[in-house]
């Protein structure tokens, strides 16, 4: 009697750790999911300059454009999140980011004003503590992510990020929105150069299979940052430009380390 | 003792009738679910369709369509072993195989005259009703649910629309934003009203509230006269969506 007793509940064990199995996502699922969430911080940014641009160049026809392609990624890595996040039981803290994102996206499709921009950049702030959360959480979870969490892929995310916050700083500083967002140019400015500093330190970039590509990204991130202090021209529209080829230069250099 | 072995024969045989007839009623219920599903595949490569030839998303849209048409012809296939055997039901069903054939080649094919391609999903439309309409009589299904997967049907129908023709009109250069919004208004009255039918079901609530918060942001869009291609982006979430919400409410209903 005590040996069956046994073998049902060694099958009941058997059958539970089964499924617990194969509803764990494998560690390469998390890593995807990680840098999905990093990529939604870079997009957001990307999403309040659109909007600071359309306060001041509301006919420059780059910015429906742009906007339309972070919309899209946005979209694409909250279905490629939703998948992950719903078998490591963080759906409330998913959920808590979608609705900000939601938030978000409704703001996207309204005529900003210097009065509700200040709106987007709070929401736009909210939605990376919220993923600060998630990430943490995830950590936790998933040591391996850790690593990857202090590696200089992590960094770089942030540089991307940076370019567009830059980017947006700059028009604050030059058509004053608001006084408390003033100081946001030159904090992300000194951001950016130390990220840029820390990866050159760590010898990321020797380790770059594609140098041409390094030098190139390095060679517009002079030329974006003469242009943020050109007294000269007006500018506006370049570093807009600028900072989009940055941003993809960056997310080249991912894959090509990855 | 002969008499109660009778008895147990014709008790075995209405047993088994009833099982039979229960088997077929299943099977008609999930052929007619699965041909509303086609309403809304059908519906939404459409917009798709829309999004490739104005180079909105020309790749996201490709992949869009080829899955949902494979979808469109798999569920064709799984309906002709589910359809009643009933003659002017398997004569109408052959009509719609060879309708949905021609539309969805027509899919595919980059060149298809958009005007040309109306044509043919309207005829793919006409035939769906008018087979749902039949099939609705082998059933027994409630009033208020058949109302509710009506009423969802109705949103991607009003939605999809909204977009095609925001599409064309914006490319065109001349909007008619009052005809749009309406329809996105008749949307978001009938996702108001699947809302409130489901409330109590969390999980479905969710997914039913964030398909109305699409229908606003197109809403939304469109009276601030954005492009479309910003609406477009959040489409194929919202059409991931509306097929998740009809597979949860049909399930529900799934004898």
Redesign the interface.
């Known amino acids: 009697m005590k040996k069956n007793q046994l073998f049902i509940y060694i099958n009941i064990f058997l059958i539970l750790a089964g499924q617990g199995f194969a509803q764990s996502p494998d560690s390469l699922s998390i890593v995807k999911a990680y840098k999905h969430l990093l990529d939604s911080k870079v997009q957001i940014y990307r999403i309040t300059r659109d909007k600071a641009y359309e306060i001041y160049y509301p006919e420059f026809d780059l910015i429906q454009i742009d906007l339309a392609d972070a919309v899209n990624i946005m979209e694409d890595n909250f279905m490629q999140l939703e998948d992950v996040l719903s078998k490591t039981g963080n759906e409330r803290e998913y959920n808590s980011l979608l609705d900000v994102w939601n938030n978000i996206r409704y703001y996207t499709l309204v005529k900003p004003t210097r009065k509700n921009f200040n709106k987007y950049y709070y929401d736009a702030k909210t939605f990376e503590a919220q993923l600060n959360v998630l990430l943490k959480k995830l950590e936790d979870q998933y040591p391996d992510i850790k690593h990857f969490g202090e590696s200089d892929h992590f960094k770089l995310y942030a540089f991307r990020a940076g370019v567009f916050l830059i980017n947006t700083g700059y028009l604050i500083d030059k058509f004053p929105i608001n006084k408390s967002l003033q100081q946001l140019f030159e904090s992300e400015l000194n951001k950016a150069e130390t990220l840029l500093q820390y990866a050159k330190e760590k010898g990321y970039f020797q380790m770059n299979k594609n140098p041409f590509l390094l030098a190139k990204m390095l060679n517009n991130w002079k030329f974006f940052k003469y242009n943020l202090h050109n007294p000269l021209f007006r500018t506006d529209r370049l570093l807009f430009s600028l900072a989009n080829i940055l941003n993809h230069e960056v997310e080249k250099l991912h894959i090509l380390v990855n | 003792m002969r008499s109660f072995r009778r008895m147990l024969i014709l008790v075995m045989l209405v047993v088994l009738y009833n099982g039979m007839a229960q088997y077929d009623l299943k099977k008609t219920k999930k052929a007619f679910y699965l041909l509303n599903q086609n309403k809304i595949l059908t519906q939404q490569s459409m917009t798709n369709y829309y999004s490739r030839q104005y180079k909105?998303?020309p790749v996201?849209a490709q992949q869009n369509i080829h899955s949902a048409a494979e979808e469109i012809l798999e569920n064709l296939d799984s309906v002709s072993t589910l359809l009643p055997q009933e003659k002017n039901l398997l004569a109408d069903f052959e009509k719609l195989k060879n309708l949905t054939e021609i539309f969805v080649s027509q899919l595919s094919n980059r060149n298809t005259n958009l005007k040309d391609l109306h044509k043919s999903k309207n005829r793919v439309l006409k035939k769906l009703d008018l087979m749902l309409e039949t099939l609705v009589m082998f059933t027994d299904f409630d009033e208020s649910f058949l109302e509710q997967i009506q009423k969802l049907v109705n949103v991607n129908q009003n939605l999809q629309v909204a977009m095609q023709e925001y599409i064309r009109q914006y490319d065109e250069g001349s909007v008619d934003t009052k005809n749009i919004i309406s329809m996105l208004k008749d949307a978001g009255k009938d996702m108001k009203s699947i809302r409130d039918y489901y409330a109590k079901d969390k999980k479905l609530a969710?997914i039913l509230r964030?398909i109305h918060?699409d229908i606003?942001?197109f809403h939304?869009?469109i009276k601030?006269g954005?492009?479309p291609?910003?609406?477009?982006?959040?489409l194929?979430?919202s059409n991931?969506k509306i097929l998740e919400a009809y597979s949860i409410l049909t399930q529900k209903q799934q004898p």
């Open positions: 909105l998303f996201n969710q964030h918060q606003q942001l939304q869009g601030n954005y492009a291609k910003i609406m477009v982006a959040s194929n979430k991931r």
